[in-house]
């Protein structure tokens, strides 16, 4: 299984904010990296697939980058509704595996 | 615009089977472009992908589970179902269906908790 670690696990920050989650994969898996919001009691959101492309009605303030094992989420000035765990996530081989999640807190 | 909503018992005995249906409205399942997944998270812990199915039929399954799922899909119905064997305590949590392309998943259910408890 392709192994996806995400860091940190748990960040503080404040509206505004710029902040950055980042995700290694245990080996290359080109460009089929993906990113969900979840809040408590609610499904995955999906924001970002193929590591850049924005979902439908995603807010351009979210932005993916990176390639080969390493990947970035960037929200580029956090809002309130912003405050949630964030996942990344390797469809490049069955199983699909997910990062642990990155739990992002108000400040 | 695709909605999911899974379907099932919320509680399982240890040993028995968990059945979960997933109905599909909004969008024909018989798109050979997608495929539909079953996913589960525990309480508290991370996502866990346990297999996925195409209109055609094929399917794959997550190895860690492979010996006790099986997904199966039923086109007329506009539904697919995931069958979980020989429940245990570990196999307590919010099982949610999804449908991908390949981008990951798109469209998820709204989850449903299953315990499996005596």
């Known amino acids: 299984d392709i192994q996806m670690t995400q860091s940190p696990s748990s960040l503080s920050a404040s509206v505004g904010d710029r902040v950055t989650i980042s995700c290694r994969a245990s080996q290359r898996i080109g460009s089929y990296l993906n990113w969900h919001q979840q809040k408590p009691g609610k499904p995955p959101k999906p924001l970002i697939y193929?590591?850049?492309g924005l979902q439908s009605g995603v807010p351009s303030r979210f932005s993916g980058s990176g390639s080969g094992t390493d990947f970035t989420l960037t929200i580029s000035s956090l809002q309130p509704e912003d405050f949630a765990t964030y996942y990344c996530?390797?469809?490049?081989?069955?199983?699909?595996?997910f990062g642990q999640g990155t739990k992002v807190e108000i400040k | 615009q695709v909605q999911l909503q899974e379907s099932g018992p919320g509680l399982v005995k240890p040993s028995q089977t968990l059945s979960l249906t997933c109905s599909v409205s909004g969008g024909s399942i018989s798109s050979s472009y997608y495929s539909w997944n079953w996913l589960r998270q525990p309480a508290g812990k991370g996502l866990e992908w346990i297999g996925r199915i195409y209109a055609s039929g094929s399917t794959n399954y997550n190895p860690s589970l492979k010996s006790r799922v099986t997904i199966s899909i039923d086109t007329s119905k506009n539904q697919f179902s995931l069958n979980l064997s020989s429940v245990t305590a570990g196999d307590t949590a919010v099982y949610y269906c999804?449908?991908?392309?390949?981008?990951?998943?798109?469209?998820w259910g709204q989850g449903t908790l299953v315990t499996a408890s005596s």
């Open positions: 999804a449908r991908a392309a390949v981008g990951g998943p798109t469209y």
């Open positions: 193929s590591v850049s």
């Open positions: 996530q390797q469809s490049y081989d069955t199983p699909w595996t």
